[in-house]
């Protein structure tokens, strides 16, 4: 019965969404307050029916109800009580239930806050956000239902993806989804812009936040997902640059572009085709990354769900390019943008190499994802295209941009004057290059990691400079120190906010290089009680310990592990061995460091207990990183605060 | 809209285009090395007692399949349909050997009843079997033509039609 009852909600909610859209629309052309009131009534009916049917599924998991295909397939009676609740979102069709949910509330916060003060467009906008989850609720109801039965009911599940068991598992999902669905918003702006005719800067004033809450979130995505790999695929990476990672890098990159782009359009009204294209892509990127996941035509890990899933995707993106690219041809002549360029030694010159770095590296990044498709089509081999690929391409674009970034928040609008550049860019110069000097003198001899190091200290100069500067100016108005400080950074919280986000991508930044470039790897065979050194680490090989789990057998191996100082205790990286899996799955041991992790993977062994094959890497500032994502996070927040003061 | 910005629209058909030809492929048909080949040999302990060995088969058209009880929903969606062909293509000279790896031998015996299997039905306790035939996962599916040569490789859930195609064409081949 309870799955009946979520399907029906999931019904009764496409009907809405369907009516909603058109009411709307309708409403938005005629003028019709009391149709749009109604089409705003469908939404909010549309979250609450969607919260049931999520909170239905979430039961039938806690019930072990394995009636339902969905929950058959994704738990079994071992699995533990968090992951059947987060089992919702380990596969397609709960993913998609949480999605469009989160669209739902998205849809919610727009009528909350723009009902009165967006009159004219919000109708429009309206309309678009509930066609949009019109097309997920058909999705839902016809090709990929959550409530499918099955039939016969068997005695119990196949159970979670076991690489799914883990806390990361819980939050990188949310944190993608949330900016996935967040950037319908400020596409569904442009599309009743687009739509009424009226393409002012309006739509991008008011959904800048959204749109920087949608980076955000899917930045955290993207770092959550990398620390996943990194503590549970137990090969030491944290990007391998697999369709599915790329398929949530590229939106992230058009965004990053958009979010940069938007401002050059708020200020010298340049580049509004360029603006509306970007969110349009970004928008469709999102739709592209689920896609290109979950239809098979990619090759990507173990999945045998094939269906029509696909051919609705593809189909909604056709849908969706093609009647936003038909809109922007068709309002092109409004579309004149009102500043030129006035010299390239200008931040607006500079925002436009950043805009075109980033959508360069997206449209790398999209060839080499469909290129074995490509291949196959043209020439009927098959290929896969890999980390060499991706990386010699991108590494020089991102540098590129780190660069850019030091420069364009400090040089002046429309012509910066040699003097400016100067003051500016004097010091931060010459603090990157010393730095460089200093670590090629401390013995670090590769080009890359030394041209990194140089460019990270001098965008991190450029920021201090100014903040500085800044500070200084106060401190003579007669403020103290802290003071100053505090209050220049709220008073120009969109500036440095910025700054704060640019600092944690510095972080990011050195954290890949580091890893990258000095990471330091063994893999041996040990006897019982044999060590091997590994940098400055000692690892012993004390034996193997078996234990029977709820829903897996583990075996760890112990190690006692010290560096060049002292003892650091035991390690014991395992195996675990789940009934319905071809393959163990690895339980990674580390220990996080600010210099490096220790990071031990258990390979074979023998059954007595008496061999086993150990994988030790020394992975040099791996957890900058996640303190990169650490500091993103108070920056996003400096950002999106309310602004004291209206200026840039 | 004046025609000549129909270009922004159409430019993205071609990458549209290239995505609709991706349901035509199967990235996971990756060409298996043994088609050709002869069918590695092994022998197989029942779960109805007694032994199978491959080398007994030959002359007959073997359908090789690997399956697990705890293999949602594709295995379930087959089980029923290589029963049928069992009964169906028994008397002309072909035999469906299921094969049970990564299992327990209770959730074995348990798939076997609910679908009333009655073809030969064995486990491969240490994966021997799955692995000199490069199992990658289950289900997959082998067929062995008369000469003891595998001819197909199919992963995924079997269908009937392509069951009926693919016994139809190797039970005419001559012995």
Known sequence: ?648 | MSWRRLWIPLSVLPLLGLLAYGFRTDPRAVPSPLVGRPAPPFTLTLFDDGALRLDDLRGKVVVLNFWASWCYPACYEEAPVLEEGWRTYQDRGAVIVGIDIQDTEEGARRFIEQFGLTFPNGPDPRGKISIDYGVYGVPETFFIDRQGRIRAKHVGAVTAPLLRERLEALLEEPA
Not at chain 1, 17 to 29: Q, R
Not at chain 1, 268 to 290: A, D, P, Q
Not at chain 1, 302 to 319: D, M, N, P, R
């Open chain 1, 1 to 648: 019965m309870i799955p009946e009852i979520g399907f029906a909600a999931i019904t009764v909610a496409l009907a809405l969404a369907c009516y909603g859209t058109g009411a709307g629309a309708l409403g938005a052309a005629r003028h019709r307050p009391a149709l749009v009131a109604s089409a705003q009534h469908a939404a909010v009916g549309i979250f609450v029916l969607l919260a049931v049917a999520m909170l239905l599924l979430v039961y039938a998991f806690l019930t072990f109800d394995f009636s339902v295909r969905y929950v058959a397939s994704n738990t079994n009676r071992g699995t533990p009580f968090y992951y059947r609740i987060t089992a919702l979102w380990g596969a397609l069709e709960g993913s998609l239930v949480l999605w469009t949910w989160m669209l739902a509330g998205y849809t919610l916060l727009v009528v909350a806050f723009y009902r009165w003060r967006q009159r004219e467009a919000y109708p429009w906008v309206l309309a678009v956000l509930l066609g949009i989850m019109a097309f997920f609720l058909l999705v839902m109801t016809v090709p990929a239902s959550p409530f499918q039965r099955l039939d016969p009911i068997p005695v119990d599940g196949r159970g979670l993806n076991p690489l799914l068991e883990d806390t990361g598992m819980i939050t990188h999902p949310i944190f993608l989804y949330l900016g996935f669905t967040g950037f319908t918003v400020p596409f569904a702006f442009a599309m009743a812009g687009l739509i009424r005719g009226r393409l002012d800067e309006a739509w991008i004033t008011v959904t800048r936040r959204w749109t920087v809450l949608a980076w955000y979130f899917l930045s955290m995505g993207l770092l959550i997902g990398g620390w996943w790999s990194y503590h549970v695929l137990g090969w030491g990476g944290y990007w391998a640059w697999d369709p599915v990672e790329n398929a949530a890098f590229m939106p992230w990159l058009t965004a990053t572009a958009f979010l940069h782009s938007v401002m050059i359009q708020e200020r010298r009204r340049m580049l509004k085709v360029w603006n509306l294209l970007l969110i349009i892509l970004t928008f469709s990127l999102t739709l592209f990354g689920t896609f290109l996941t979950r239809s098979g035509i990619i090759a990507s890990v173990h999945s045998f769900t094939q269906g029509t899933i696909g051919a609705f995707f593809l189909a909604f993106i056709a849908l969706v390019l093609l009647f936003s690219l038909s809109l922007l041809a068709w309002r092109a002549d409004r579309l004149r943008g009102q500043g030129e360029l006035d010299s390239l030694i200008s931040r607006e010159s500079v925002f436009h190499l950043n805009n075109f770095f980033h959508v360069g590296v997206t449209f790398t990044v999209l060839l080499g994802t469909v290129f074995p498709l490509l291949s196959e089509a043209v020439r009927g081999v098959k290929v896969s295209v890999g980390e060499p690929f991706f990386n010699a391409v991108s590494i020089p674009i991102f540098l590129a941009l780190i660069f850019l970034m030091g420069v364009g928040p400090m040089i002046a609008w429309r012509r910066a004057s040699w003097a400016g550049l100067k003051r500016n860019f004097l010091w931060p110069v010459a603090i990157g290059a010393a730095g460089a000097l200093v670590f090629f003198l401390l013995g670090v001899r590769h080009a890359l990691a030394l041209l990194t190091l140089g460019l990270v200290l001098f965008v991190a100069a450029t920021m201090v400079h100014d903040f500085w500067r800044g500070t200084r100016a106060r401190m003579r108005a007669g403020r103290g120190p802290v003071g100053a400080m505090a209050d220049l950074a709220l008073r120009q919280n969109r500036r440095y906010g910025g700054f704060v986000v640019h600092q944690g991508v510095l972080l990011v930044a050195l954290g890949i290089t580091g890893s990258q470039v000095f990471s330091v790897r063994t893999e041996t065979s040990l006897r019982r009680g044999e060590s091997i050194e590994v940098g400055r680490y000692q690892v012993r090989f004390e034996g193997l310990e078996a234990e029977e789990k709820s829903n897996h057998f583990l075996v760890t191996g112990v190690f006692t592990v010290a560096n060049d100082r002292h003892v650091m205790g035991r390690m014991s990286p395992g195996k675990k061995f789940y009934p319905q899996e071809q393959q163990p799955i690895a339980h990674v041991a580390y220990r996080s460091g600010w210099r490096e992790d220790f990071y031990l993977v258990l390979g074979d062994f023998s059954r007595d207990g008496q061999l086993a094959t150990v994988l030790a890497m020394v992975n040099p500032l791996v957890s900058w990183i996640w303190l990169g994502g650490v500091v993103i996070t108070l920056g996003t927040a400096l950002l999106v605060l309310p602004g004291r003061r209206r200026d840039a």
